[in-house]
């Protein structure tokens, strides 16, 4: 079974920065695409940001120039480096992969709470 584990959440002030890692097991990680999304209280999950197994990233028009998502293979790991928080940032934020359709696998998630 897939695991991933967030960690890295937190309480920051408008403005500050947080940094998500997820780790991730029983995978060939570094073959795999893998997901930020995160959800607001009594919204739909959405998606944050994408690294393919090519390090090529996508971003939520929301985050963009805000966030930045990396990996290191060599330690199954995906991280989101966010700056220049916002109070709408307030959300739980779940690492995810897909390993193919109607595969999608979750972490329990991480609270980040941005206070303005």
């Known amino acids: 079974q897939v695991q991933l584990v967030e960690s890295g959440g937190g309480l920051v002030q408008a403005g500050g920065s947080l940094r998500l890692s997820c780790a991730a097991s029983r995978i060939i990680f570094s073959l795999n695409a893998m997901d930020w999304y995160r959800q607001a209280s009594g919204k739909q999950r959405e998606l944050v940001a994408t690294i393919s197994s090519g390090s090529r990233t996508n971003y939520a028009d929301s985050v963009k120039g805000r966030f930045t998502i990396s990996r290191d293979n060599a330690k199954n790991t995906v991280y989101l480096q966010m700056n220049s928080l916002k109070a709408e940032d307030t959300a739980v934020y779940y690492c995810?992969?897909?390993?193919?359709?109607?595969?999608?696998?979750w972490g329990q998630g991480t609270q980040v709470t941005v206070s303005s």
């Open positions: 995810s992969v897909q390993l193919y359709p109607g595969s999608r696998f």
